[in-house]
């Protein structure tokens, strides 16, 4: 709850716990309770069970690493709205068939960061990425700048060592750090 209450207070009121832990349900619950008027979405989706133990939740949205068949049937069946991952123009193709206009880019630096997302854009111009995984606020802008970029995710706000000492204020600063410098940037 402290953490939810701090990245909105920094002006982040869109948030993706990632099912981890034991506690990612839970700790979406608290969440949603200390912020009603935050999104908060899971991420980290593998499968259908996910999809559903999700939806009873009353989670905002889904995220997935990636987009196996079986989950992205699960998502569409639940009309969850979900943001599947890829790493390949192939991947970005299977998904732009079955209707996502936008999709995460995963790992986005050990998988080719912007360099590889500025080779995708002609031949896919329509297909747009949220590029996660190593995404910083110093790397961040050289993504948004990109046209097939709309937006882009990332933990390097919430630091382990604020996150284990309560450090509530770092948290909400670096929040407010990354909002000043890429909202403009961003095309959502
Ligand atoms: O598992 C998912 O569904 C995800 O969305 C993965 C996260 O976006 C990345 O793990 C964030 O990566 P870092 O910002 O480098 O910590």
Do not use: H
């Not at 046209?147 to 604020?162: E, F, L, T």
């Amino acid at each position: 709850a402290p953490l939810a209450k701090a990245l909105v207070a920094g002006g982040l009121p869109v948030l993706e716990v990632t099912l981890r832990t034991p506690v990612a349900l839970e700790a979406i619950a608290e969440m949603k309770a200390a912020c009603p008027d935050a999104v908060v979405g899971a991420g980290t989706l593998r499968n259908a069970a996910d999809v559903k133990a999700c939806m009873d939740a009353g989670c905002a949205f889904g995220v997935s690493p990636g987009a196996p068949a079986a989950l992205m049937d699960a998502v569409a069946e639940a009309g969850m709205p979900f943001l599947p991952g890829c790493a390949t123009a192939t991947e970005a193709m299977a998904l732009a068939d079955r209707g996502f206009e936008v999709v995460k880019f995963f790992p986005a630096g050990a998988a080719g960061g912007p360099n590889l997302l500025k080779s995708l854009a002609s031949p896919l111009p329509d297909v747009k990425f949220c590029p996660t995984g190593g995404v910083s606020l110093e790397n961040a802008p050289e993504y948004l700048k990109l046209p097939n970029v709309c937006v882009v995710g990332g933990s390097w706000v919430i630091p382990n060592d604020a996150l284990e000492t309560g450090d509530w204020a770092r948290i909400e600063a670096l929040a407010r750090a990354a909002v000043t410098a890429l909202r403009p940037l961003q095309k959502v």
